[in-house]
């Protein structure tokens, strides 16, 4: 299909998809309906209830990958054995609606053992179709419906099948017809597919993938790719993979994982044992600058991703072995800190004004967005095992991941 041809059909279906949308309030890829943590369907009680009830649970399989939601499915991507595994189910009963597998072969660094072999990467939802990204970098393509595959992409394999150490992380996301995501190992290439033919559009083949998933903005006057490599932090151009600019990142480790963060014209990152640190880009003429607006070597997040609500910055800081933290997102000065011991790993989402943190202990937090303290105001137990993947919140209705099983818990 023409470049251009491709793009206005693009924009149209946009805009048909974009009422669905809001009126079906899905949850439709990594971090939800805005890719920015923000739970936009919310229906929050007047009275928040002691439990939560268990509307139904299923055996699914093993990884890290988040359930998506859209038109009143459910979509993952696990592991049964040496299959991945991919299917839907009914949002309402949780009866599995259509599968499909294919074997895997994966050997998991020792480092890593206790995380499993995968997958990781979180699939998206778009115009009727499902595309999964597995451990191997077997990048597929599914009709949400009936479950049939279309296309598939070994996108290791221009790579000698080259991937990242602890095994393939990045979440894809669509923009305007592309699907967009990072290929290959310590060389790699951040890579824009074509939806429906899954050809490729562009590359940026400056440095391979971590495990950070990319988000889209507009900076500058220009729609942009920002994500995170192994040892930079890039935007491209959406439409063409055209560098813009680039900051030298490189933790320790070379263990990128946090998804970037925006903040009005501002982006946020933060590493393993790294200041959290914002930036503002900026386009002078056909000039690019990324200048630092601010950095707090007090506060560093590693694998959470923090929220923004208004000017405050909500995460997971990995000092004192983990403290739930608010930040003035304008400064980076702290605004309050929970106590030590919450562990490496937590998931952060918000409301207008409440925030839910899933703790990798199975706990859900429910707590205000204030900048005078952290205030929790329930603790529900939705899981009997580890929890690592991120939860799904629908109006009153709660997807949770554990080990192996999905279950869905509402707000009575």
Not at 7 to 12: P, T
Request: aromatic letters at 10%; a positive charge.
């Amino acid at each position: 299909m023409r470049r251009a041809s491709r793009k206005l059909v693009a924009f149209v279906l946009s805009v048909v998809a974009l009422p669905q949308i809001v009126l079906s309030q899905d949850w439709p890829q990594w971090r939800g309906p805005r890719r920015d943590g923000a739970v936009v369907s919310f229906a929050e009680p007047k009275l928040w209830p002691e439990q939560l009830k268990l509307k139904w649970k299923v055996k699914v399989g093993i990884g890290h990958s988040s359930p998506v939601v859209a038109g009143q499915r459910v979509y993952l991507h696990t592991r049964e054995g040496e299959d991945e595994v991919v299917q839907a189910l009914d949002l309402a009963t949780g009866r599995q609606l259509w599968r499909d597998s294919y074997p895997v072969a994966y050997t998991v660094q020792r480092a890593a053992m206790a995380h499993g072999k995968g997958p990781k990467a979180t699939p998206v939802v778009a115009g009727g179709k499902l595309y999964t990204f597995g451990m191997s970098g077997l990048l597929s393509c599914y009709d949400t419906r009936s479950g049939k595959r279309r296309w598939r992409k070994a996108t290791a394999a221009q790579f000698n099948n080259a991937l990242p150490e602890y095994g393939v992380a990045v979440s894809p996301i669509v923009d305007r017809g592309l699907l967009i995501t990072h290929v290959g190992g310590a060389s790699g290439a951040l890579t824009a597919f074509d939806t429906e033919t899954g050809e490729e559009e562009w590359s940026w083949k400056g440095d391979g993938p971590s495990y950070a998933s990319p988000i889209v903005a507009d900076l500058g006057g220009v729609r942009q790719v920002i994500t995170v490599s192994r040892q930079l932090i890039i935007g491209v151009a959406a439409d063409s993979g055209a560098l813009l600019w680039q900051i030298p990142y490189s933790p320790r480790n070379g263990t990128n994982i946090g998804t970037p963060v925006l903040y009005k014209q501002t982006l946020v990152f933060s590493g393993r044992e790294r200041a959290i640190t914002a930036f503002s880009v900026t386009r002078r003429g056909k000039e690019w600058t990324a200048e630092q607006a601010w950095t707090n070597p007090d506060v560093s997040m590693w694998m959470s991703t923090p929220v923004v609500s208004g000017d405050f910055l909500f995460g997971l800081s990995q000092k004192n072995r983990g403290q739930f933290v608010c930040l003035d997102a304008r400064t980076g000065k702290v605004l309050w800190l929970s106590e030590g011991r919450a562990g490496d790993y937590a998931v952060i989402l918000k409301s207008d004004n409440k925030l839910f943190i899933q703790t990798t202990e199975g706990n859900l937090i429910v707590a205000d967005i204030t900048d005078k303290g952290y205030e929790p105001l329930r603790r529900y137990q939705v899981a009997d095992s580890e929890t690592w993947a991120h939860p799904a919140i629908i109006k009153n209705q709660i997807l949770v991941k554990d080990v192996e099983h999905l279950a869905l818990w509402n707000l009575p």
